[in-house]
């Protein structure tokens, strides 16, 4: 089986940093895309940041420019710095892996368990 530990959210005031982390263990053959999403009080999950396995890299118009994700397959850890925040940027976020675990070989998205980011002065 395969755990996903996330952290690095926390309360910081707008205009602020924060750079959240989020690492796979277990059993894992290979990751062929990393992400992030983002959930809001009384809202829908969506989506945040894509990188692929090959280092190509996607964002939601919403964070374009201010967020920037990174990952280390070696360590299969995916990073999200967060620069410039804002108040609508308070949410839950979560990381998820697609991942090819041993010995199945069957490719799966794997979440992690969600780190609360609170924008407030």
């Known amino acids: 089986q395969v755990q996903l530990v996330e952290s690095g959210g926390g309360l910081v005031q707008p205009g602020g940093s924060l750079r959240l982390s989020c690492a796979a263990s277990?059993?894992?053959?290979?990751?062929?895309?990393m992400s992030w999403y983002r959930q809001a009080p009384g809202k829908q999950r969506e989506w945040v940041a894509t990188?692929?396995?090959?280092?190509?890299?996607n964002y939601a118009d919403s964070v374009n420019g201010r967020f920037t994700i990174s990952g280390d397959n070696a360590k299969a850890t995916v990073y999200l710095q967060m620069n410039s925040l804002k108040s609508e940027d308070t949410a839950v976020y979560y990381c998820k892996i697609g991942m090819v675990l041993h010995p199945s070989r069957i490719p799966s998205d794997y979440w992690g368990q969600g780190t609360q980011v609170t924008v407030s002065s």
């Open positions: 990188i692929s396995s090959g280092g190509g890299k």
């Open positions: 277990g059993s894992i053959f290979s990751i062929y895309t």
